[in-house]
């Protein structure tokens, strides 16, 4: 199988606990989101990655939310000290120059 | 102010006819990407149909179509002779450049439609 790939697909934790999530993009995809989907609303944009360059970040993305791409294949999203807000299914996609986006299937969260 | 509005939240049709999907997007760039993506309940979005907004043509895939009206604004995806399978949530989203006027490719979604076919 050659499309988005994240792991896990599904993560328990308890409220104040560390999560990271890794996304494997599409190989020689230079473009690479992370977008947030809580239940029965639309993905909203998380940050964005070129390359290793992480070139924008939503002010959803607050200062608990770190987001890497070291060597510009693969990316982790960590969320630092849970809330119950943070509670959502978090998605990765990739795209090669700007064109659609492919996405994975996702990782749901549920902090409880 | 919203971006994408999509205002059907819910959409029923007889499996084989045909169902038209509303879009309506607002903004004020002269070059911007239209989209729409699939959600079945397994979760993944999977990617439909795409028109650029210097694009004539309505774009069309197999069985999906967009009927884009630029000075209406709107992008409303056509499925034409609807499978039990069409039945998922449906999202228009859209790509515009920053406000730097670079182009990142970052999509904002509408609110969705859940489509069901009926047999």
């Known amino acids: 199988d050659t499309g988005v790939s994240q792991n896990p697909r599904h993560k328990i934790t308890k409220r104040g606990q560390n999560v990271t999530f890794r996304c494997d993009p599409i190989?020689?995809?230079?473009?690479l989101y992370w977008y947030r989907q809580t239940l029965g609303q639309g993905p909203e944009f998380l940050t964005y990655?070129?390359?290793?360059?992480?070139?924008?970040k939503s002010r959803l993305l607050s200062d608990r939310f770190s987001a890497e791409r070291p060597k510009g294949s693969f990316s982790t999203l960590e969320i630092q000290r849970t809330e119950q807000g943070d509670s959502a299914m978090y998605l990765c996609?990739?795209?090669?120059?700007?064109?659609?986006?492919?996405f994975g299937p996702g990782t749901r969260l549920t902090v409880t | 102010a919203q971006k994408i509005t999509q205002t059907q939240p819910g959409m029923f049709v007889q499996e084989k006819e045909a169902v038209t999907l509303d879009c309506t997007y607002d903004?004020?760039?002269?070059?911007?990407?239209l989209f729409w993506y699939k959600q079945p309940s397994s979760g993944e979005m999977i990617f439909l149909i795409y028109?650029?907004?210097?694009?004539?043509q309505n774009a069309t895939e197999g069985r999906y179509s967009l009927n884009f009206q630029k000075a209406r604004k709107s992008a409303n995806l056509v499925i034409s002779a609807s499978q039990l399978g069409d039945s998922a949530m449906y999202f228009c989203?859209?790509?515009?450049?920053?406000?730097?006027?670079?182009?990142?490719?970052?999509?904002?979604f509408g609110q969705g439609t859940i489509l069901t076919v009926h047999p």
């Open positions: 989203a859209m790509r515009e450049p920053n406000a730097g006027g670079t182009s990142y490719g970052k999509l904002t």
């Open positions: 990655f070129q390359n290793e360059a992480q070139l924008e």
């Open positions: 028109q650029g907004s210097y694009d004539e």
């Open positions: 996609a990739s795209s090669p120059r700007g064109a659609e986006q492919y």
């Open positions: 190989s020689e995809h230079n473009r």
């Open positions: 903004t004020s760039d002269q070059s911007y990407g």
